[in-house]
Every structure is written in C-alpha cells, then in structure tokens.
C-alpha cells in the first residue's frame, strides 16, 4: 500500500493542478487524464461529483470487468456510494459473476473555494491476500514494543533495585540530623518515587515476557468485590458513591488467571475513579449470559473525548499527570489472552466499559505467544 498511496498523493496533487475550477472540462482532458492514470499499477477511477465513472485506467477496467471505453460502472458507482455512505474502507464487487474483494481509498478534489469537483478512487485487489483485523494489527505493535520495553527494563532495573537498597540503609543511619522530620519526610518521597518506578519497569517486563497464565475457577463477583474493598477508602474521601452490585443471570465460576484479571479490572476502576475529581457514582454490575460473563464499570465523570476514544488502548496514551499510559493496553491484552474483550462506550456523562469473558472452557491463548 506504502508505495501505492504515495504515487495516489502525487496524482493528487497532479489532477488538482489539472482540474482546477474547470469541473466540466474533464471529458474533454480523460484522454490524456487515462494517460497519467495509466502508469499506475493500482486500479484508479475519476467520478464526477454525482458518482458518475468519468475516466477509469487500464488496470481498473481489466479489474473489475468494465468495457473498454464504456464506463458502463453503475453497479460500481452504487458499491462505491454505498461504501462511501457507511464509511467503509472496504468492499466487494461483483465482476461478471466473480466477487472481488476491494480495498477502497476515496478522496475528494476541491476547488481552491472548497467546492467537490471529482472524486479520485484508487481500488486495490484484496484477492488472495489476508485482511488484518486493526486488533491483531494492535497486538503486533504492542508486541514489538514489548520486547523494546523489556530490554529497557532490564537495564534500568538493576540501579533501581542499588537506590531502594540505599534508601533502607539511609533510612536506617540518618541519626543526629538537625531536622529529622524533614529528612524523614525526605526519604519517605524518594522511596515511594522508586516503588512507583519499579512497578512501571515491573510492568514492562510483564509486558514483554508475560508469565505462563494460572488458570483456576473463580468467582468474578468475589473478584469485583475485593478490588471494590480495596479502593472504598479513597472513593470516600473523594465524595464517589459505589454502587454495586448488580447480578444477572446464573453466576457460575469462570476459569481465570485471577491475579490478570483483577489487575486489569482494577485499572478500569482507577480509571473510572481518577475521571471523577470531583466526585461521582461509580456503578458496577454482572451479568452471565450464555456464553459470556460481562463485568460492567460505569462512571459519572464526563466520558473520553470522541478523539480519544481510539487512543486510549495505545501503550503510553495518557491524559493524566504522572500516567504511563500502560493500563489499558495491559488489561486489553490480558483479556484477549482469555479470549475476551473490552468494550467501552460514552454514556449518561460518564464511561461505560465493559469487559466480557467466556465462560467457556475453551484452552485460553497463551499470553507468551
Ligand atoms: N473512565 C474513564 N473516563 C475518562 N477517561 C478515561 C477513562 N478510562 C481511561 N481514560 C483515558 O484513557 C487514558 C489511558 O488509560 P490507561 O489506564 O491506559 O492509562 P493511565 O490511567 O493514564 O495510566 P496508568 O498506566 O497509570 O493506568 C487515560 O489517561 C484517560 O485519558
Ligand atoms: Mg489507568
């Protein structure tokens, strides 16, 4: 696609150059507009701004079966509007009884006042080759920096584990200071500094050489439950309600690596916690379905940000002071690794996210892989 959508960009430019203000030229420039067009080795169609196919080159008339000259592409211009319409980056068409399937690139030229002169399709020929998911595309990437990560860990864990020792002994021979509480105060900042380190290194190794998943029977609820206990304290002084918790369906145990999946619901419910600064409810609710147990995590704290929404499962994208960003991409993978899923959507001024489990007692993806 790489070399593809460069040689799209500049053809851009070229025909912008070409057509610019003249809409109704075109038919008169195809001939040597099918010329330039003719180079590429990628299908491209020039349609009007009705849809209507004005020029297609040579490798999109043999592509898609069209006759020679005709431009007889109705049916295509219908595929290509409806795609258009739903935002689909993809489609098939249906090619003298032959479904092609097509990866679609649309841009629209404009007139230096803005107005939508042609549409410029470039069509590439999915045939053969294998669509990749933008999840497993995700998990490449997380992979690769992963391994990254765990180099850079390595190294770095060493002087942090020469500072916590240092700090203990510090700690143990600060005698005769003229301000002991100041010292104290000090040292309690550069220790909790380098626990905080050493839990994001941790997680980096996680990252990269994740252990062998423990899989027992455990109960979600029991689950929900203990990370509430755990963060009822700081809910409190923040002024955030829990409310929880609300079951549906047959509770059964689930097989689980319980110390995963807590920590990835728990950063879930930190999350949902830290967007409420000024208080809030926090509402937590299960429910089996057939095949899935579905945890629910709801927060009044004014939902992600429609830009955002893509992001937020990125290693390293945060919005918070002092965040690593590493959360979600860890929860996220931990669950896939249970072949599960998060879901997360905006709703009554807050996040809803939603992280689905199966109950079935399929052997779960190694999370070495
Ligand atoms: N419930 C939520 N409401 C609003 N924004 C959220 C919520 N949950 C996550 N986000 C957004 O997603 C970002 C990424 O979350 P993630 O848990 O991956 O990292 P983090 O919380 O910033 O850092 P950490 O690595 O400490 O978890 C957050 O910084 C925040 O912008
Ligand atoms: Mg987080």
Redesign the pocket.
């Known amino acids: 696609m790489g070399d593809n959508g460069v040689s799209l960009g500049l053809l851009f430019g070229l025909l912008a150059a070409f057509f610019a203000g003249i809409a109704l030229l075109v038919a008169a420039r195809a001939a040597r507009v099918k010329k330039i067009l003719n180079t590429l080795p990628s299908a491209v169609i020039v349609a009007d701004r009705n849809g209507r196919i004005v020029v297609a080159n040579r490798r999109a008339l043999d592509l898609l079966g069209l006759g020679a000259g005709l431009l007889d592409a109705s049916a295509l211009g219908r595929r290509l509007a409806e795609a258009r319409s739903r935002s689909e980056k993809s489609m098939t068409f249906d090619a003298d009884g032959t479904e092609i399937p097509l990866l679609v690139d649309d841009r629209i030229l404009r007139s230096a006042e803005g107005v939508a002169l042609f549409r410029l399709v470039q069509l590439t020929d999915l045939t053969g080759s294998k669509m990749v998911p933008e999840e497993e595309r995700r998990a490449d990437r997380l992979e690769a920096v992963g391994t990254l990560a765990a180099g850079i860990a390595h190294e770095v864990k060493n002087p942090l584990s020469a500072l916590a020792v240092n700090l203990q002994l510090l700690e143990e021979n600060v005698s005769g200071s003229e301000n002991p509480r100041k010292v104290a105060h000090y040292l309690e900042v550069l220790t909790s500094e380098v626990r905080r380190l050493n839990a994001i290194v941790d ?1 980096f190794i996680d990252f990269a050489r994740p252990r062998p998943m423990e899989m027992s029977p455990c109960s979600v609820e029991e689950i929900l439950r203990s990370i509430i206990t755990l963060v009822a304290p700081q809910c409190e002084a923040k002024r955030i309600a829990l409310e929880g918790c609300d079951v549906t369906g047959t509770p059964v145990k689930v097989l689980l690596d319980e110390s995963q999946i807590k920590r990835s619901l728990l ?2 419910v ?3 916690i ?2 409420m600064a000024g208080g809030g409810r926090l509402v937590w609710g299960i429910e089996y379905a057939e095949e899935m147990v579905l945890v629910r995590i709801t ?1 009044t ?4 940000p429609e830009k ?1 929404v893509d992001k ?2 990125d290693l390293f ?4 002071k002092g ?7 860890l ?1 996220q993978k931990a669950v896939a690794a249970h072949r599960g899923f998060i879901s ?1 959507k905006n709703i009554d001024g ?2 809803c ?1 939603v992280v689905g489990l199966p109950l079935a007692r399929e052997r779960p993806v190694s999370s070495n892989q």
């Open positions: 997680n950063n879930i930190v999350n949902a830290d967007s927060d704290g004014g939902g992600i955002a937020i499962f994208y945060t919005t918070k965040g690593s960003g590493l959360g979600l991409s929860a997360v807050g996040a996210f």
